[in-house]
């Protein structure tokens, strides 16, 4: 039986390991949210700034944020002007699926 060993470096993410053992999200949901644990919260957080570093294009992005979305990691709540157009919408990511009843109805 082969073994398998793990170099580690200084420069690592420490994340909850529910979302790698999800068995209902693809592998590049998890990737991609993984990926999206591990950046720093600054970070440009849109379709095109995950884009930039990852191989995928936008709609490979997109499909997974969606995904996640359905899930529960990604919470989206949109924002609305004075006039009640949609300005944008503001993301919250997390570590563990949210019920649905704590999401925001999607518009």
């Known amino acids: ?7 580690k470096t200084t420069d690592y993410t420490v994340m909850s390991n529910h979302h790698l ?10 990737g991609l949210l993984s990926q999206i644990l591990s950046l720093p919260e600054e970070w440009d957080y849109t379709l095109q700034g995950l884009a ?5 294009q936008i709609d490979a992005i997109r499909q ?3 995904e996640l979305e359905r899930a529960g990691y990604i919470v989206r709540t949109r924002e609305r002007d004075s006039q009640g157009r949609l300005r944008g919408a503001e993301y919250i990511i997390y570590e563990e699926p949210q019920p649905p009843s704590s999401q925001p109805a999607l518009e």
Do not use: G, Q
């Open 64 to 66: 997974a944020v969606h």
């Open 21 to 30: 053992r999800d068995k209902s999200l693809s592998l590049k949901a998890k």
């Open 52 to 56: 930039y570093i990852n191989r995928e």
């Open 1 to 7: 039986m082969p073994v398998f060993h793990v170099k």
